[in-house]
């Protein structure tokens, strides 16, 4: 189990190597997210157990939820969140994760590492 554990920690899904940070303080803290993901990872794995799918699987597949902006006249607009597909509800239920219909309005700015363009 321990060397399962380490070989999911290795792979291109967590990244736990190789390490690029300068500090000892950044390496113990990038470490650190890597085990809690981990622990995720192992924690979908289990919930997922009977559902005939590896937890990369599940995860691609839940990579597809999404919400949608609602508006309405005069400026006020909610994020709707569309009901799941039933393989979707399954992965959902087997955690026992409920999705809101709506999500508030946040302002909050996503950085990733890639450009992405701002086509409007």
Known sequence: MVERAFRTMKTAHLEVRPVYVRTAANTQGHVLVVMLAYLI???????WSGLNLTVEEGLDHLKKLSA????????AFAL??????????????????????????????VVTRKNIDRRK
């Open 41 to 47: 990872v192992r924690e979908l794995d289990r919930a």
């Open 68 to 75: 949608v902006e609602a508006g309405k006249k005069g400026g």
């Open 80 to 109: 709707r969140v569309p009901k799941s597909g039933p393989r979707s509800s399954k992965l959902l239920s087997a955690l026992k994760v409920k999705l809101p219909s709506v999500l508030p309005k946040s302002q909050a700015r």
